[in-house]
């Protein structure tokens, strides 16, 4: 009895009762007890019924290759290349990293459970089993790393198109890597870089999205969050979810590698989170002080201080309360 067959049996969200998932699978209701403790303890939000026996808290939906690229308008589908589903995996991005220099442009990488997601600057990205998207693509560039400033605001960009598309309500940004609805992260995004630094070089863009935080992920997350299942009614299947933040994220790539940063820089500052706030942030020179000014045309954050404007290309970004 392997986890994920256990998972597709109880996937419609209906009770099943231990005896009936034991005679199943032809295992003893031991086992099966065993297998679903190990799944409530990554993540997956599993309720035991009284008399009933095991449910999901809401139907979920496993990633399918298929399913997804199917999803894709003709011309983007072909674009893409191979779009790889694994079960658990250390971290998407990682395994693009790994074989970076073997793939072919705009490949996919999708696991329904990390055991070491990453955000920025190495914090850890919580990945529950099947609730959310955790998605990285490996993108080719034959320009250097110079020439791809501002790639995560611009995707940021795309981000939040996606998520509107699947009916989450109008969304912010906030430089450089995060989505927001209302006060709370929706989605993250990390890009790292590999290649020569006068070009060619690539990208991988690795994409987090909360879809459904069970109570206890919610918990252990320090700063306030947001998923789908809030935000959207019924909750958009993941495959359409994924389908989607590719078609979005094809259309931005290509004009960001047309026309750089610059070409989104208007539809980043319309759901700038941070322009005409007072921020906090801190870089080499320690803290630093003032009102969120928007951004410039390499994706750089403006901070007015006092008469003048200061350009910041790498910090850790607080938002003060008015």
């Not at 894709?72 to 779009?83: E, H, K, S, Y």
């Not at 970076?100 to 914090?123: F, I, K, M, P």
Request: contains cysteine; aromatic residues 4%.
């Amino acid at each position: 009895m392997q986890a994920r067959d256990l998972v597709m049996a109880l996937a419609d969200g209906q009770c099943c009762s231990g005896s009936e998932l034991a005679r199943r699978f032809g295992v003893t209701r031991a086992a099966v007890w065993k297998r679903l403790a190990e799944l409530r303890e990554a993540g997956l939000p599993l309720a035991a019924v009284a008399g009933r026996g095991y449910r999901l808290e809401l139907p979920l939906e496993l990633l399918d290759a298929a399913a997804i690229r199917n999803g894709l308008p003709d011309a983007v589908r072909a674009r893409f290349g191979d779009i790889a589903v694994h079960w658990a995996i250390d971290s998407t991005s990682s395994e693009l990293l790994r074989g970076a220099g073997l793939r072919a442009d705009l490949a996919v990488c999708l696991a329904e459970q990390q055991s070491s997601g990453r955000g920025r600057r190495g914090r850890q990205w919580q990945s529950p089993l099947l609730c959310n998207v955790y998605l990285s693509v490996l993108k080719r560039f034959e320009r250097g790393m110079g020439s791809l400033a501002g790639l995560s605001l611009a995707v940021g960009v795309a981000v939040a198109r996606a998520l509107e598309r699947c009916g989450a309500p109008a969304l912010e940004l906030k430089w450089p890597n995060d989505v927001l609805a209302g006060d709370g992260k929706l989605a993250g995004i990390l890009v790292e870089l590999g290649g020569e630094f006068l070009g060619p070089c690539h990208a991988v863009i690795g994409i987090g999205v909360n879809l459904y935080l069970p109570a206890a992920v919610r918990a252990a997350i320090e700063q306030p969050v947001a998923d789908l299942a809030t935000l959207c009614a019924p909750l958009p299947p993941r495959n359409r979810v994924v389908a989607v933040l590719l078609d979005e994220l094809a259309q931005v790539l290509d004009v960001f590698a047309a026309e750089g940063f610059a070409a989104l820089r208007g539809e980043f500052e319309r759901r700038d989170r941070l322009r005409g706030r007072a921020i906090t942030l801190s870089d080499a020179n320690g803290m630093q002080h003032g009102q969120g000014a928007g951004v410039d045309a390499r994706g750089a954050l403006l901070l007015l201080q006092g008469g003048t404007i200061a350009a910041f290309d790498s910090a850790e970004v607080t938002v003060r309360p008015a």
